[in-house]
Protein backbone atom coordinates (compact mmCIF):
# COMPACT_ATOMS: atom_id res chain seq x y z
CA UNK A 1 0.00 0.00 0.00
CA UNK A 2 1.47 3.43 -0.86
CA UNK A 3 1.62 5.97 1.26
CA UNK A 4 -0.01 9.24 0.95
CA UNK A 5 2.49 12.20 -0.17
CA UNK A 6 3.78 14.35 2.50
CA UNK A 7 4.64 17.05 0.57
CA UNK A 8 3.42 20.79 1.61
CA UNK A 9 1.50 20.90 -1.69
CA UNK A 10 -0.82 18.11 -0.95
CA UNK A 11 -1.16 19.39 2.69
CA UNK A 12 -2.18 22.50 1.78
CA UNK A 13 -4.64 21.14 -0.90
CA UNK A 14 -6.08 19.04 1.58
CA UNK A 15 -6.51 21.90 4.43
CA UNK A 16 -8.49 23.84 1.74
CA UNK A 17 -10.92 21.12 0.26
CA UNK A 18 -11.26 20.53 4.28
CA UNK A 19 -12.15 24.12 4.89
CA UNK A 20 -14.67 24.05 1.94
CA UNK A 21 -16.58 20.85 2.74
CA UNK A 22 -16.34 21.48 6.80
CA UNK A 23 -18.61 23.40 9.00
CA UNK A 24 -16.02 25.86 10.94
CA UNK A 25 -15.82 24.44 14.07
CA UNK A 26 -15.14 20.79 12.63
CA UNK A 27 -12.37 21.77 10.32
CA UNK A 28 -10.88 24.04 13.09
CA UNK A 29 -10.88 21.13 15.25
CA UNK A 30 -9.27 18.72 12.45
CA UNK A 31 -6.77 22.01 11.69
CA UNK A 32 -5.80 21.09 15.42
CA UNK A 33 -5.25 17.55 15.52
CA UNK A 34 -3.15 17.65 12.38
CA UNK A 35 -1.17 20.04 13.43
CA UNK A 36 -0.74 17.92 16.85
CA UNK A 37 0.38 15.35 14.32
CA UNK A 38 -2.64 12.83 15.08
CA UNK A 39 -4.06 12.98 11.15
CA UNK A 40 -2.88 13.10 8.12
CA UNK A 41 -4.19 13.93 4.65
CA UNK A 42 -4.73 11.31 2.67
CA UNK A 43 -6.61 10.76 -0.96
CA UNK A 44 -9.24 8.61 -0.44
CA UNK A 45 -11.37 7.62 -3.61
CA UNK A 46 -9.86 10.74 -5.23
CA UNK A 47 -11.20 12.59 -3.10
CA UNK A 48 -8.82 14.80 -0.13
CA UNK A 49 -9.20 13.36 3.70
CA UNK A 50 -7.58 12.40 6.73
CA UNK A 51 -6.72 9.70 9.00
CA UNK A 52 -5.15 8.49 11.88
CA UNK A 53 -1.06 9.16 11.52
CA UNK A 54 0.48 5.68 11.15
CA UNK A 55 -2.58 3.96 11.11
CA UNK A 56 -2.68 3.06 7.69
CA UNK A 57 -5.64 3.04 5.00
CA UNK A 58 -6.83 3.01 1.80
CA UNK A 59 -4.95 6.05 -0.10
CA UNK A 60 -4.67 6.56 -3.92
Known amino acids: MA ?3 KDG ?4 RA ?7 M ?4 FEAT ?3 YE ?4 EPRL ?3 DYGWGLVDQGGKNG
Open 3 to 5: DAP
Open 9 to 12: AFAE
Open 15 to 21: IAAARAA
Open 23 to 26: PPDL
Open 31 to 33: LQL
Open 36 to 39: QGRI
Open 44 to 46: VDG
